[in-house]
């Protein structure tokens, strides 16, 4: 079958699923960049170097690591957290999978049914999915990619997105720390964060406590 | 699925918005006095929907998932109609069936989970339309009645096939004229009630949504009376505004105009013995538990 390339778009308005063209998901152990299966190491390597080339990076944790399920799950989110003060990153919740009506507050969430608007908003250039149910997951790079210029980077539980520009599979609490600790080597080599100067937002029941910048 | 589950990660709870920390605030999973008082404030089994505008399939939604004893050891299962347009809305565990068999499906999954969950009350709920129910249905749902299954089914009866434009259906009244029915419904609406009855159900009620306190009693009744007897059936009035000619606003009037003596909604219920003196018992232990809980609640204050 023929290699296709999995771009960031906008490739079109409805672009073809990536498994469709005959990209295939990598086995234990590897993970897939641009749909070519490489080992592991490399693709931490290249999202290290993504998520601080981008301007924007921003990461995109789901219902899976927002709701304390059970103790991976709140460690995981600690994890994230901590990878997103490294790198710097903004963190953008996927919190719902319903649509909302009329609109959603693009800028403090993002809906799988609409993740254009959010990346379009804060004009992300380079996204993590996290935690993020695999069929959700799957519709909204579908969609990143048809209508935005966003890298996506999917760190997946499961056995990984042909639909993401870069792709982990078995993503638990370890790997997320090995791509914060490649943040961290990648910047020890004087690799630096191009990211946009931020404050992440900071919400409770009543609104924003500090407002995004 | 627990209310201790519907809390935040502690490093991710200040990124989101306010609507999910009044969620976990206002929960009431564990809350054995749920009921629809709580539809203003509680929103985690449903807050939007994608019916029409004024259908009041939607606020029967409403009404029942604010009723539902255990949402939590809850599943629902649908089938092809509006009710299905919801159920993605829904945060309670859902099926869709394949039109007309939410029955046996239904019965399956009850006795799979019983095998499954012996420790635990599993309801089953089946939520369908009157054209799943009754018509292309009707098979899968009388013989899970006959095998005395132990689940809900609940029956909207739009009286017509609403979502394909207004076909005629075997609820549909004698004598209406439907978009897709030019000349008239040649029959009498067919009595499901009293069929259900006389298949073996042991309890069912017939009404409109007009009221939510009468759709909580009676949906409370029908899901506490399958657990512990045998199949029970609930047919609820939801008139599709748009196939009869209304307006958003009249699909109240529409149900409470059909409820008034002679109309073909005034409620009834009919119930077996033995899930009377089980509803009697329930009521007493009910009025109990609150009495203890008014009285500690004094003690507190005092």
């Given amino acids: 079958m023929s290699h296709y390339e999995v771009k960031a778009g906008p490739e079109a308005f409805l672009p073809p699923a990536a498994a469709s063209m005959g990209n295939v998901l990598p086995d234990p152990g590897e993970a897939h960049i641009g749909g070519e299966i490489v080992p592991e190491d490399e693709a931490y390597d290249k999202a290290a170097r993504m998520i601080l080339g981008a301007k924007v990076p921003t990461i995109f944790p789901g219902p899976l690591v927002l709701w304390k399920l059970n103790e991976h799950s709140n460690a995981k989110a600690k994890a994230i957290r901590e990878l997103a003060l490294e790198a710097p990153m903004r963190i953008i919740p996927m919190a719902d999978y319903r649509p909302k009506y009329p609109k959603i507050e693009a800028a403090v969430e993002i809906n799988p049914n609409h993740p254009n608007l959010t990346i379009w908003h804060n004009k992300i250039d380079v996204c993590i999915f996290i935690g993020v149910h695999c069929h959700m997951a799957n519709l909204s790079l579908k969609i990143i990619r048809g209508g935005t210029s966003c890298y996506t980077i999917a760190m997946c539980a499961m056995a990984g997105h042909e639909d993401a520009c870069l792709s982990f599979r078995d993503a638990d609490l370890t790997m997320v720390n090995k791509l914060k600790a490649t943040i961290q080597k990648l910047k020890s080599e004087g690799v630096k964060s191009q990211a946009v100067p931020f404050t992440q937002f900071v919400m409770n029941r009543s609104g924003f406590v500090v407002e995004p910048s | ?302």
């Fill in chain 2, 1 to 302: 699925m627990s209310k201790e589950k519907i809390v935040l990660c502690d490093d991710l709870a200040d990124v989101m918005p306010p609507e999910y920390h009044e969620l976990v605030e206002n929960a009431t999973y564990g809350d054995q006095d749920r009921g629809w008082k709580d539809i203003g404030s509680s929103k985690e089994l449903i807050e939007q929907h994608s019916l029409c505008a004024g259908c009041p399939e939607s606020i029967a939604f409403r009404y029942i998932l604010a009723s539902l004893p255990a949402p939590e050891d809850t599943v629902f299962v649908g089938s092809t109609g509006c009710t299905s347009l919801v159920f993605p809305h829904v945060a309670v565990h859902n099926i869709h069936s394949l039109f007309g068999n939410q029955n046996a499906i239904a019965s399956g999954l009850k006795r799979t989970l019983k095998s499954r969950f012996p420790g635990v009350e599993k309801d089953v709920v089946v939520l369908a339309g009157d054209g799943a129910t009754v018509d292309i249905g009707l098979d899968m749902t009388m013989q899970s009645w006959f095998r005395q299954e132990k689940f809900t089914t609940i029956c909207f009866d739009n009286e017509l096939y609403a979502n394909t434009g207004g076909q005629e259906s075997g609820l549909m009244q004698k004598g209406f004229v439907a978009k897709m029915a030019p000349k008239g419904k040649n029959f009498e609406k067919v009595r499901l009630a009293e069929i259900a009855r006389e298949a073996g159900c042991a309890y069912v009620a017939v009404l409109t949504v007009s009221k939510p306190n009468r759709v909580e009693q009676v949906i409370k009744n029908a899901v506490l009376v399958a657990r512990e007897i045998g199949p029970t059936f609930v047919q609820l009035y939801t008139p599709c505004i748009l196939e009869i000619g209304k307006q958003s606003m009249e699909g109240l009037d529409e149900m409470k105009d059909s409820e008034q003596i002679g109309g073909r909604f005034v409620q009834k219920e009919y119930i077996t013995d033995e899930a009377q003196k089980l509803l009697d018992s329930i009521k007493e232990e009910t009025k109990i538990r609150k009495k203890a809980a008014k009285e500690a609640k004094k003690l507190v204050n005092a």
